[in-house]
C-alpha cells in the first residue's frame, strides 16, 4: 500500500513560481511511474505531468510544457513538481498519484486517470492576475 501526501501549493501572482513535493510511503514507489494531474474548479481532473520509474523520462501536458519540470528522489520517497512562470488558469487543486505499472519503460502518453492506481488529497495552486 502506498500513501501519498502533497505539500507545497498556494497564493502567488501570475509569472511567480511554486515547488510542490509528493512524499510517498510505502515500498513499491521507487518502482513506479508518478504523475501530477490537477483539476480546477467545475473541471475535470486533468494530467500534467509524469515521470518514469528511475527519472530517466519525463512527459508534459502540452499546456505546461516549458514552464513545469517533474523530477524525483527516491532515496526520499518523493516526487517534485516546479512551476514557474505561473499563469491564473493554473489556479487548481494538484494531485500527485502512483502508475499501477511497475518499472514501466516508457511513461510518453501515459495520461489516463485510470492508468493510477494511488492518489494524494491534493494540495490548492492558487495564482493570481
Known amino acids: 500500500q502506498v500513501q501519498l501526501v502533497e505539500s507545497g501549493g498556494g497564493l502567488v501572482q501570475a509569472g511567480g513560481s511554486l515547488r510542490l513535493s509528493c512524499l510517498a510511503s510505502g515500498r513499491t514507489f521507487s518502482s513506479r511511474a508518478m504523475g501530477w494531474f490537477r483539476q480546477a474548479p467545475g473541471k475535470e481532473r486533468e494530467f500534467v505531468a509524469v515521470?518514469?520509474?528511475?527519472?530517466?523520462?519525463?512527459y508534459y501536458a502540452d499546456s505546461v510544457k516549458g514552464r513545469f519540470t517533474i523530477s524525483r528522489d527516491n532515496a526520499k520517497n518523493t516526487v517534485y513538481l516546479q512551476m514557474n512562470s505561473l499563469k491564473p488558469e493554473d489556479t487548481a487543486v494538484y494531485y500527485c498519484?502512483?502508475?499501477?505499472?511497475?518499472?514501466?519503460?516508457?511513461?510518453?502518453?501515459?495520461?489516463?486517470?485510470?492508468?493510477?492506481?494511488?492518489w494524494g488529497q491534493g494540495t490548492q495552486v492558487t495564482v493570481s492576475s
Open positions: 515521470i518514469r520509474w528511475d527519472g530517466g523520462t519525463t
Open positions: 498519484a502512483g502508475h499501477r505499472d511497475y518499472f514501466r519503460f516508457t511513461v510518453v502518453g501515459r495520461t489516463g486517470l485510470e492508468e493510477y492506481d494511488y
